[in-house]
C-alpha cells in the first residue's frame, strides 16, 4: 500500500516574510494524517519553514541541489546544508530547471545520487513537451529521462525515490492531462522501473501527477490505480486551497 503524497512547489514565489504568514496558516490546517504532505519552498525560506511546520505533520524540503557537499559553487546549496536544516525532499529536474538552466540527465543522475546518498527524498521530475505528446513521442521521451537520471541508483534506494510526472504543456497552463492520461504514463513509468529495479520495487515507488493539480480535480486524479500523488505549483500557495488537495480523500 503506497501512502499518498502532495507536495507543494512554491517555485520562486514567496519573500520570507510571506512565507512567515503561509506558513504559519499551513501549521494551523486540519491536515489528513493519512496523507504524506509537504511544501518544497525557495532556499531562503527553509528556516522559517523549519521553525513554523515544527511539531506539524508538514514535511519541507528544496527545489534543487548540487550534487557536491561543499566547496566553490557559487550560489549553490548543497545536500549537507538541506539535511543541517531537516529538509525532507528535494525536487530535482523540474522542467523549468531542465529549460531555463539548462540541467541535462546527466546532472540530474548525479544529484539523485547524492540526494539518495545524504538520506533526501528525491522528488524526480519528468515529462514530455507539447510537440512530444503530439508527435506520439512521449513515452520514448520520459523512458530516456528515467533511465538516465535513475541510472546506477540501487534497487534498495529506488524506493525512496519519488517520480513526479509533470507533462510540461500542463504546467502553470490551466490544462490537465485527463484522469486517464495521466494514470497512463505513471503506470507506464512504474513498468520502466519494474524493468530497472525489479516488480516488486516499482509497487513500491510512489508516482506523482503534477501539472494544474487544482482543489477540484485531485479526487479524480488521485482514484487513479498509479497515481499515488501530486506535486503542486500554483494552488500550494494557498493554505485553503493546500488544504483540499492534502484532505482529497476527507
Ligand atoms: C509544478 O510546479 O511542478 C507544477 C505542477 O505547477 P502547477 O501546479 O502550477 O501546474
Known sequence: ?????????????????????????IKNLDLDENVEAGVCTPAIDLVIAKEKLAGTNVAFGAQNMYYEESGAYTGEISPLMLIDIGARY????????????????????????????????PILCCGETLEEREANEHEVKVKSQ??????????????KVIIAYEPIWAIGTGKTASSDDA??????????????????????VRIQYGGSVKPNNVVELMAKENIDGALVGGASLKASDFAAL?????
Open 1 to 25: 500500500m503506497r501512502k499518498p503524497v502532495i507536495v507543494g512547489n512554491w517555485k520562486m514565489n514567496m519573500t520570507v516574510s510571506e512565507a512567515e504568514k503561509l506558513l504559519e496558516e
Open 90 to 121: 528535494v525536487i530535482l529536474g523540474h522542467s523549468e530547471r531542465r529549460e531555463y538552466f539548462k540541467e541535462c540527465d546527466c546532472l540530474i543522475n548525479k544529484k539523485v545520487k547524492s540526494a539518495l546518498a545524504h538520506d533526501l527524498v
Open 146 to 159: 528515467i533511465e538516465k537520471d535513475l541510472k546506477d541508483v540501487s534497487a534498495e534506494d529506488i524506493e
Open 183 to 204: 494514470d497512463a504514463m505513471c503506470g507506464y513509468i512504474r513498468s520502466l522501473i519494474a524493468d530497472m529495479f525489479g516488480k516488486e520495487a516499482s509497487e513500491k
Open 246 to 250: 492534502v484532505n482529497f480523500a476527507k
